[in-house]
């Protein structure tokens, strides 16, 4: 029931719209399907990150040193802006001319699971959900195996989620449709990263 709980609890949070759904999304729409499998990667390693951290106990560490708190977000603020300025930016490139046949954007491996580990990690906020997620599920008492068994059970919902959004994305008609819209597309995800690192920057929490 404890992991069942965890599972459902988690579930919901990953298919949430958020910046690591639409970094993996762009990355299945621009690059190559190994490119994007590697960013998930980086994605759920930091997911691995934040559950260690929410296990451990991190938020009695944001509540006995609030600066460290304000520090995290206002880096990760900063990146998620700057993640959808670089969006915006790629607009001033003249546009080129593009089809189904267009072969993938060069990304190196390294710098794609970077990008996804950094897009996790660049809110906080997420350290305070999972640690929420483990009060709610694990009252006191609780053996430590089973902390690790929740971390392994958002890996795994997590693994899973990655894998159908990349299925389905990379998928011939899906791709079409991206490449008739795509600046469209991109400014609106720009807009999302801008919205969400500013959100992070002004909350009061």
């Known amino acids: 029931m404890f992991l069942l709980s965890v599972a459902m609890i988690w579930a919901v949070a990953a298919i949430t719209p958020g910046p690591n759904t639409l970094l993996i999304m762009r ?20 997911t691995v990150c934040w559950g260690l951290a929410g296990w451990l106990g991190i938020n009695v560490l944001f509540q006995a040193a609030p600066f460290a708190y304000l520090a995290l977000k ?36 390294k710098s794609a699971y970077r990008m996804g580990l950094a897009t996790n990690l660049a809110n906080p906020k997420s350290a305070l959900f999972v640690a929420s997620l483990f009060a709610a599920t694990m009252p ?38 991206y490449l008739k819209a795509r600046r469209k597309i991109d400014l609106a995800v720009g807009m999302v990263f801008v919205g969400f690192g500013a959100r992070l920057l002004l909350s009061q929490k």
């Open 74 to 109: 206002i880096v990760g603020g900063l990146y998620l802006v700057w993640l959808g300025l670089r969006i915006f930016w790629s607009f001033r490139k003249p546009a080129a001319t593009e089809g189904l046949a267009a072969a993938p954007r060069e990304i190196s491996l």
């Open 140 to 177: 006191a008492g609780t053996p430590w195996i089973y902390g690790l068994a929740a971390i392994a059970v958002m890996v795994a919902v997590s693994t899973v989620y990655y894998t159908i959004l990349i299925a389905l994305i990379t998928h011939r008609k899906v791709a079409a449709a």
């Open 27 to 46: 990355y299945a729409l621009m690059a190559s399907r190994r490119v994007t499998i590697v960013a998930a990667m980086g994605t759920i390693t930091g």
